[in-house]
């Protein structure tokens, strides 16, 4: 009977019709520098659409649906309602902004969880009508859901004041 020793299979993985790669052994292996790209493109995207403040949907869309979120001083935002709640009306203060620049993905050995640091920048009028800005630092933790996608599951911020 024919067989294909270990010796036969190449080491570094065979590359699948779906881009994907698996070892000999067929265990999943991703190509690590193009996954952290990728996730701090897809936050990058995530944080221009949260700045732009006028999809909700596409905003909501970057957690998943058992997302939480702690925000300084307040409870945690727990599930999409909740946070679709928080998100709406924040994008009704008047002069509210929120941008923030993520690093230094870190991904799990199974390349199904990550984490970024970032630095936030979060603006509204004061009561004088003058916009005031609180910098903070934040942690988001990100998980690759079943479609593939990465969708942050925790987010964590606070101000640096």
């Known amino acids: ?26 265990r999943f292996i991703m190509d690590l520098a193009s996954e952290k790209a990728r996730l701090l493109q897809r936050d990058a995207e995530w944080a221009a ?3 732009e403040g006028r999809d909700l949907e596409r905003v909501l869309s ?12 307040l409870p945690p935002v727990a ?11 924040s994008m009704q203060i008047p002069g509210f902004r929120i941008s923030w620049t993520s ?22 009028n004061g009561p004088d009508g003058t916009p005031a800005t609180t910098e903070g630092r934040g ?18 911020w606070n101000s640096q004041v």
Do not use: H
């Open 103 to 124: 690093t230094a993905v870190t991904l799990s050995p199974d390349g199904n969880l990550a984490y970024m640091f970032s630095q936030n920048a979060v603006t509204m």
């Open 79 to 89: 599930g999409k309602e909740a946070l679709r709640q928080y998100v709406q009306g």
């Open 1 to 26: 009977m024919p067989f294909a020793s270990r010796q036969s299979i190449p080491p570094s993985g065979c590359r699948k019709p779906d881009d994907t790669w698996s070892n000999w052994e067929g």
């Open 139 to 156: 942690v988001t933790i990100w998980r690759r859901e079943s479609d593939g996608e990465w969708r942050c599951a925790v987010d964590i």
């Open 62 to 73: 970057y957690w998943t649906d058992d997302a939480v979120v702690f925000v300084p001083g």
């Open 49 to 51: 659409a949260a700045y």
